[in-house]
């Protein structure tokens, strides 16, 4: 019985560690969402606490037959959604991209990563004039009086230069998103989010990574204003 007992005590705290993802309903939930380190967070962190103790060897190996599991279904989810190989103008190959990204651009831009909320560098860059360009290819992508302030951590734009971004749909982590990427190179940007209810002409929020960028300023060189 005490063993029964302790069993159900350590499930119960471990088991506490772990919060399920929030339905992304509104811009709220979304920018919550995103700022708690990207989709891995909870997993990586669910742990028994120091203060349980746990002899049965067995039971160490459910729990960590349970964690993993679940780890590696969020994996498989993303691997099996990425965006189909689609033909871009820029067909450089991957050794081609290394040589001239750095390692944190390559990530985002090439492998489809994240950069964390309220790190980049144009977060809280509001030119009023000037362009957004791919850091990549140096594709013209956003101009500067798109930008808007969303308080999401990443830059935002209500829309791209005409056809300078293709969206794609993006079903990783057991939703379906609108991916962004640039329309000469397909590198990643971020995604897309519609009816957020922002005060914008489009009703959009083009979420996109500031190491995906490269600011162009107008030939007066106009400073950015904070």
């Not at 962190?45 to 599991?69: D, E, I, Q």
């Not at 081609?96 to 990563?113: D, Y």
């Amino acid at each position: 019985m005490a063993f029964s007992r302790r069993l159900f005590l350590a499930f119960s705290l471990s088991t506490r560690a772990y919060k399920p993802r929030p339905r992304l309903s509104n811009s709220s939930s979304l920018c919550n969402y995103h700022n708690r380190n990207h989709l891995h967070t909870s997993l990586k962190r669910a742990r028994l606490p120091s203060s349980a103790t746990v002899k049965s060897a067995s039971w160490m190996s459910f729990l960590g037959s349970l964690f993993g599991s679940s780890a590696r279904a969020e994996d498989n989810s993303n691997n099996n959604s990425k965006t189909p190989k689609m033909s871009y103008p820029d067909q450089r190959s991957d050794e081609e991209w290394r040589a001239v990204l750095s390692p944190e651009q390559f990530r985002v831009i090439r492998q489809k990563g994240t950069e964390p909320a309220f790190t980049g560098e144009y977060d809280k860059h509001y030119p009023s004039t000037g362009v957004y360009n791919c850091a990549a290819c140096d594709t013209p992508l956003y101009k500067a009086d798109t930008k808007f302030k969303s308080g999401c951590g990443w830059p935002a734009y209500f829309d791209a230069i005409p056809g300078a971004v293709t969206r794609h749909v993006d079903r990783a982590f057991g939703m379906e998103r609108t991916e962004i990427v640039c329309s000469q190179c397909g590198g990643h940007l971020g995604h897309v989010f519609k009816g957020e209810g922002f005060p914008t002409p489009t009703d959009e929020r083009h979420c996109v990574n500031s190491v995906s960028l490269r600011f162009e300023a107008s030939p007066d060189k106009e400073t950015a204003k904070a």
